[in-house]
């Protein structure tokens, strides 16, 4: 079993960055893959990026695609989201989740483990 636990949301201006951690507890995620979703209100969950975690290969949602960064810590077994040049649009509740294989991938119900969520809120 995996836990994951999401930090680093919170309130921020136009423009503005900001960095999202996952931490995953219960077992590494050396043969998992893992992505962010978002889901903002009155819209559907929807995916962010993703990476494999043994070959750090990354996929990104075209929305997201040249203003964001997946990356991983392995010793700390955690993922990250760095998301800069944030628009309103951008506003939601942002989850991590892992699947038990390294193939990525774009669609939530491949994912076996989810996060609780933190909000994310762009707005000046």
């Known amino acids: 079993q995996v836990q994951l636990v999401e930090s680093g949301g919170g309130l921020v201006q136009p423009g503005g960055s900001l960095r999202l951690s996952c931490a995953a507890s219960?077992?590494?995620?050396?043969?998992?893959?893992a992505g962010w979703f978002r889901q903002a209100p009155g819209k559907e969950r929807e995916f962010v990026a993703a990476?494999?975690?043994?070959?750090?290969?990354?996929y990104y949602a075209d929305s997201v695609k040249g203003r964001s960064t997946i990356s991983k810590n392995n010793a700390l077994n955690t993922m990250y989201l760095q998301m800069n040049s944030l628009k309103p649009d951008d506003t939601a509740v942002y989850y991590c989740?892992?699947?038990?294989?390294?193939?990525?991938?774009?669609?939530?119900?491949?994912?076996?483990?989810w996060g609780q969520g933190t909000q994310v809120t762009v707005s000046s």
């Open positions: 989740a892992a699947r038990r294989t390294l193939a990525v991938s774009v669609r939530e119900d491949d994912y076996d483990y």
């Open positions: 219960g077992r590494t995620l050396s043969t998992y893959a």
């Open positions: 990476i494999s975690w043994l070959s750090a290969s990354t």
